[in-house]
């Protein structure tokens, strides 16, 4: 379960959203949690928030909603299970809706089995009706019950929303620059995930099991006091590391191969996202050691350009001028960098972006383009930097270089001065990393 969180910054965000809706002429807001997911007979999942919820509460449990009138009076109220001694007795504690006004800072709290009958008297006479659309059709379902309640008693003078408005694009671009309580969390996420990489560069050796490594890592996570990761964690060695999304996670490695980690935890609903590529016997050597050298280089020129004004593009582009270079260089792409680039000849090996948001999602929420255009980096948003480079065999590439799979991914902060890296606490340099793997 995610711990519970000071009430302040939530509610901020509240007050926060109830002041754009207010703007755009008033309204009531409705946002669900998840539910919880049967994992097989009589066993849950591991329970985790929606993500827009828990952004708007730090309400870690199941069975919610929350409620936010923007009229002459504001209104924040949440509901929430009541207190069950003995639903507690087999599943934990509740915070129960009395506990929850105090705890988590809303003006009122109910128990959730009230809220289909309560929500129609709170769609009625409001101008519009904010939340998440066509996501969840059981949601979707109550929402509609309550609005043809709410409709029913025209007839007396109620009226009923006659704007519905998708909530998710308010809170996308809210999302996007984090606060200094969510900073707090992702950079002490981004230390337990580094120490996780620095213990699996230890423990890795040639004839271990990538699974073996991923347990590594798994211990790290949650001695630091993460929950779970962040995504499932992708532990490829040799040709497994070409395979971008790779999670079996179950073959033996071999002496002279690359291991790929992109691994990462989650802290208090946030997630960290780090790759490292390094050899299993712990030197860098041969063609191996030249593709590394070029993805370095890639991921320094990309982190060079990460400051405020600069497009969310141009570390992409610094990246790929990089890249295209090196694969000229190195024999793998033939014809001059810049028209290679125009044809997008790269993406052979080299075909995902140079990063993502990041933040209570691995891809976070916010648009890329505004527009039509690249968005300007500004101070408060979080994501990656994660060139790469994948090469298959092929009859028109060197075979020296099958089956090499590289990449290198940091998180970083953009800030009034320029950057902060959460995840600096792992080595990219080669010499760093065999000193580390002699440990």
Known sequence: MISANPPSPFRERRKRLLAHMLAAGGGIAVVPTAPERER?????????????????SGFPE?????ALVAGETLRQVLFCRAKNEEQERWMGHRHGPEAATERFGFD??????????????????????WTTLAANPEWDRRVLAALAQARADVRGGTTVPQTVHEISTVLDEMRLVKDEHEIAIMRRAGEISAAAHRQAMRATRPERIEYEIEAELLRVFRAGGSPFPAYPSIVASGPNACVLHYTDNNR???????????????????AADITRSFPVNGRFDGPARDLYQLVLAANRAARAEVRPGNAWNTPHDAAVAVLTQGLVDLGLLQGAPENLIEAGAYRRFYMHRTGHWLGMDVHDAGQYKVDGQWRPLVPGMVFTIEPGCYVRPGDDVPEAF??????IEDNVWVTAEGNEYFTDGVPREMDEIEALMRE
């Open 40 to 56: 097989n007979r009589g066993t849950n999942y591991p329970y985790r928030p929606d993500s827009q919820f828990f952004y708007l």
């Open 252 to 270: 033996r490695m071999r002496d002279g191969e690359l291991l790929l980690i992109d691994a990462g935890c989650e802290l208090d609903g946030y």
């Open 62 to 66: 199941p069975e919610a909603v929350i």
């Open 402 to 407: 099958w089956n090499i799979g590289i990449r």
């Open 108 to 129: 009122e709290a109910w128990p959730m089995d009230e809220f289909d009958r309560k929500l129609p008297s709170l769609l009625a006479n409001q101008p519009a009706l």
